[in-house]
């Protein structure tokens, strides 16, 4: 069974910082392009970050382009979103996603996709 749970989430002043991670269990990350999604109060789920599984190429939603970096270190199946320059406007529950798709149409991932719990992150201003 694959599993993948986020991990850093928390509460922190506007113009701070965070890390978040994302383990995946049960499958070699390499096979996987992976991508952090967010949800906020009355909300629809939107796409964050991609990076994919063979290029390395990363994409950004124009929100947080300049503010946050994604990463994946395919010998620990592990999957990262570091968020500087922190904004209310961030608050929400972040998830991380894998998928045999491409970061191209990450936007419109959903369920052919493998999922996290989430993790919720929270901007005080």
């Known amino acids: 069974q694959v599993q993948l749970v986020e991990s850093g989430g928390g509460l922190v002043?506007?113009?701070g910082s965070l890390?978040?991670?994302c383990t995946v269990s049960g499958a070699t990350l390499d096979w996987y392009a992976a991508a952090w999604f967010r949800q906020a109060p009355g909300k629809e789920?939107?796409?964050?970050?991609c990076i994919s599984n063979n290029s390395g190429s990363t994409y950004y939603d124009d929100s947080v382009k300049g503010r946050f970096t994604i990463s994946r270190d395919n010998a620990k199946n592990m999957v990262?979103?570091?968020m500087n320059?922190?904004?209310?406007e961030d608050t929400a529950v972040y998830y991380c996603a894998a998928s045999e798709r491409t970061c191209g149409t990450?936007?419109?991932w959903g369920s052919l996709e493998l999922w996290g719990q989430g993790t919720?992150?929270?901007i005080s201003s």
């Open 45 to 49: 789920r939107e796409g964050v970050s």
């Open 120 to 122: 919720p992150v929270t």
């Open 80 to 82: 990262y979103l570091q």
């Open 106 to 108: 990450y936007y419109s």
């Open 13 to 15: 002043q506007a113009g």
């Open 85 to 88: 320059s922190l904004k209310p």
């Open 19 to 21: 890390r978040l991670s």
